[in-house]
């Protein structure tokens, strides 16, 4: 008998462990949302339908970046090139907008679209899911709109991207808020505020400035906390 009430409070206590372990333990930050972005049309018809321009305001967005003539800005996640023509007039006809996607026919279209549009400065890149391809040491601003959620590891894949950066470059990252939307993907694929936060501060950056100009998402532009003494361009201590 004593034995047997012995092993039911080790139970009792493995399982109180584990429970206590699972509170404890931080929000995963693999990708809560996994699309297959091959059927342009389809995709097309989400990302530039008209009404979008009510709630996303990408004049507003880009203006608010302060980019300037020759700037080199990633649009990671560039969809189908909806913030194109907005960043590349921003950075004018000596910068650049690397369109970064990871879908082949979404290339094939943001090269058509840059032909298109009469936008020679946008330059359509194929990254991989982990590799985002961009010149090492030469990128002003990396641009993230609505494609967070869908990173995995994000920490690994965040401190990553700071080798692509210039000494004073930045992210700026625009997210769905986590409540109930008019517009946007399920609750269960949107991440608080507070997280992200955390999770760029765990990956080497700070909060440089935040904006609210727009209704749906939350639009946080970071630094890095310290530049990479080894990546190009960086000077050495």
């Excluded at 765990?202 to 939350?218: D, I, K």
């Amino acid at each position: 008998m004593a034995l047997a009430r012995c092993g039911a409070v080790m139970l009792l206590l493995t399982l109180a462990s584990a429970c206590a372990l699972r509170a404890e333990a931080p929000p995963s930050d693999d990708a809560t949302s996994h699309h297959d972005f091959a059927d342009v049309a389809y995709w097309s018809s989400v990302f530039d339908d008209p009404a979008r321009d009510t709630w996303q305001k990408p004049r507003e967005l880009v203006a608010a970046l302060g980019l300037s003539s020759g700037n080199v800005v990633a649009d990671l996640g560039a969809g189908t090139g909806y913030f194109s023509r907005y960043l590349a007039t921003a950075v004018g006809a000596g910068g650049t907008v690397l369109a970064v996607e990871t879908e082949p026919n979404l290339v094939v279209h943001l090269r058509a679209r840059a032909e298109r549009e009469k936008t020679p400065n946008v330059v359509p890149v194929l990254a991989s899911a982990s590799d985002p391809r961009l010149p090492v040491g030469l990128v002003d601003l990396i641009l993230v709109v609505d494609t967070y959620h869908h990173f995995d590891d994000r920490r690994t894949y965040l401190r990553a991207l700071r080798r692509f950066l210039r000494p004073n470059g930045r992210v700026a990252i625009v997210d769905w808020q986590k409540r109930e939307l008019p517009v946007g993907p399920d609750m269960d694929h949107k991440l608080p505020r507070e997280q992200v936060l955390e999770e760029m501060r765990a990956s080497g950056y700070r909060l440089a400035a935040e904006h609210t100009l727009l209704p749906y998402q939350y639009f946080l532009v970071f630094s890095q906390e310290e530049p990479d003494a080894d990546r190009p361009g960086t000077p050495t201590r």
